[in-house]
């Protein structure tokens, strides 16, 4: 039966990761958090089965990446912004403006990084999975209110830090 819970969130493995990867910066150490992720979510005793598992699998391994970086002690932003760094787009004709395309994934790893790990979360399950402000809750383990407040200061953040980025590059 607990088994079961593990494979409904086989699906969702991919953006699993990705939130390790958010919150880590490393791909190896990510792989590893979901792992262990499945390997809980797989030896839990009871699971209600009408209860939606997405939810739960990306509390679990939110809270196993921060447990991560805890252990692993605090990563520079360069060695993070390093590891993984963006890829290039081979179907860019023109060499300017893939550069131009780089500079700005960089800018925004960068922005992203520099956020508090909780509004990292909330941004990418909002807009980058599409939960729903209770299932985000439910994650991080905060009421609604806290969610909506959360990820409106860190779109607030990131507006402001690419749009001053944008006036410096301007000026």
């Known amino acids: 039966m607990a088994d079961d819970l593990a494979r409904r969130a086989l699906p969702y493995w ?14 190896g150490r990510a792989y590893d958090v979901c792992q262990e992720a499945f390997a809980r979510l797989a030896a ?8 939606d598992v997405r939810p739960l699998l990306f509390r679990v391994v939110r809270n196993l990446a921060i447990d991560e970086q805890r252990r692993a002690g605090a990563i520079s932003l360069e060695s993070r912004i390093a590891s993984t760094g ?10 300017a403006e893939e550069a131009s395309r780089r500079e700005q994934v960089r800018r925004l790893e960068r922005e992203l990084a520099a956020l508090d790990p909780v509004w990292q979360t909330v941004l990418y399950l909002r807009d980058g999975v599409g939960l729903s402000y209770r ?10 209110d806290v969610v909506r407040v959360t990820l409106h200061r860190a779109r607030r953040r990131m507006r402001t830090a690419l749009g001053a980025t944008e006036e410096r590059k301007c000026s």
Request: negative net charge; charged residues 45%; glycine residues 0%.
């Open 14 to 27: 991919a953006e699993a990761h990705a939130l390790a990867r958010l919150l880590l910066r490393d791909r």
């Open 44 to 51: 839990r005793e009871t699971d209600d089965p009408r209860r």
């Open 86 to 95: 963006p890829i290039a787009d081979l179907r860019s004709p023109d060499p």
């Open 135 to 144: 299932e985000i809750a439910s994650v991080i383990e905060r009421s609604e």
